[in-house]
């Protein structure tokens, strides 16, 4: 018997962790040396003192009476952490466990210090908060710059447009005054002929009908269209075709058309129309550029696996590789600030990955550059 108490007293008096005890009116019976230390109160300064002084106030000593004293004098499982008070004033936490001694009422508590733990766990609060705080403001931000990325590819759009409108309207324009400046002459040379007159305002009537039909080809090509339609992409590039060509033509550049896919595709039409305008006037800006002589772009189309695809090629000799990765980035651009935007590219890529559900890619070839559009049947 003499011997085990021996043991309770090393372990007691050498154990890592706080150990007291406690009477049934919370008075200190007992404390070990790490339990001394943790408060830093000398043991004659503990022992007979109730516990109150440990708490940080007196609410606090009220509330471990309820969380926990009670609970182990009513044998029920506790393990808590609190927090105390040091006997310099500061507070610190402790990991508490109790076990009640039936005979007297009597509670041994055993204590570690996990401040240095609670505090880690404060600071990765305080970090993710921050954090948190700093990802919402960033999100914020790009939301902002992808609201000014719209709106300046809308600037950019227009302006395209008008230039392709500019290109479209021209010809007819000019035929109109040189017919109504015939006319003019005609009449003031007293030279009216009645059948000749008929034919030349028929001429006027089928260019106004030419001009009012281009204005209805721009408007159903740029109107946003949400509906996905069934269409196939030849059908998508002689449309665009249709819209651009005046300008091609004019700037002595050659479509080959090589299509050989010709399958239904459940897509949204207007939106791929604009991707292939864009990669169409991409490669006309870049072989006027580089003055290319016998200047010709390439638009195949053909079936592999379950998706259709769209080649557009040039012979302007591709794109430097130390860009070709990074030409679908926001805002990069290799044409000049009067010429470019760095738009296109970016939303594009956008258009088709996001809501075509496709994927955009590009590559260098002997001749120039290759983009290559596939989109699901």
Request: aromatic share 10%; hydrophobic share 40%.
């Amino acid at each position: 018997m003499l011997k085990k108490v021996e043991w309770f007293e090393q372990i007691f008096n050498n154990s890592g962790v706080g150990i007291f005890i406690v009477d049934k009116d919370r008075n200190i019976l007992e404390a070990n040396e790490a339990m001394c230390t943790m408060f830093g109160y000398k043991y004659e300064e503990l022992i007979n003192k109730s516990t109150e002084f440990l708490h940080i106030d007196k609410a606090s000593y009220d509330n471990f009476a309820k969380v926990a004293f009670d609970k182990v004098l009513n044998n029920e499982s506790l393990n808590l952490e609190y927090m105390f008070k040091h006997k310099n004033g500061n507070t610190f936490w402790l990991k508490i466990a109790g076990d009640s001694v039936k005979l007297n009422k009597e509670v041994l508590w055993t204590t570690t210090d996990i401040t240095q733990r609670i505090e880690a766990e404060e600071r990765i609060k305080y970090l993710n908060e921050g954090l948190n705080k700093e990802i919402k403001q960033q999100v914020k931000v790009l939301r902002e710059k992808d609201k000014q990325l719209q709106y300046h590819a809308r600037l950019a759009k227009m302006g395209e447009m008008l230039n392709m409108i500019t290109h479209q309207w021209r010809q007819p324009l000019s035929a109109i005054s040189a017919t109504t400046c015939f006319m003019l002459a005609k009449l003031s040379a007293n030279s009216f002929d009645q059948k000749e007159f008929s034919e030349e305002l028929g001429h006027i009537e089928d260019y106004s009908k030419f001009l009012s039909k281009t204005i209805d080809d721009f408007r159903n090509f740029f109107k946003p269209n949400k509906t996905k339609v069934d269409t196939t992409l030849e059908n998508i590039v002689n449309t665009t075709l249709a819209i651009v060509n005046p300008i091609l033509v004019n700037s002595n550049i050659v479509v080959i058309k090589e299509f050989e896919c010709k399958e239904i595709i459940h897509n949204y039409e207007n939106e791929i129309g604009h991707v292939i305008l864009n990669l169409i006037k991409n490669a006309e800006d870049v072989l006027i550029e580089r003055a290319i002589e016998n200047a010709t772009i390439k638009i195949r189309t053909y079936k592999k696996d379950n998706n259709a695809i769209l080649e557009i090629s040039d012979n302007a000799g591709g794109i430097p590789l130390e860009i070709i990765d990074k030409i679908f980035d926001s805002y990069f651009s290799t044409k000049t600030e009067k010429l470019g935007t760095g738009l296109g590219l970016c939303m594009s890529k956008t258009i088709i990955e996001d809501n075509c559900k496709g994927t955009i890619g590009v590559r260098n070839e002997k001749e120039g550059s290759v983009f290559i559009v596939s989109i699901p049947l």
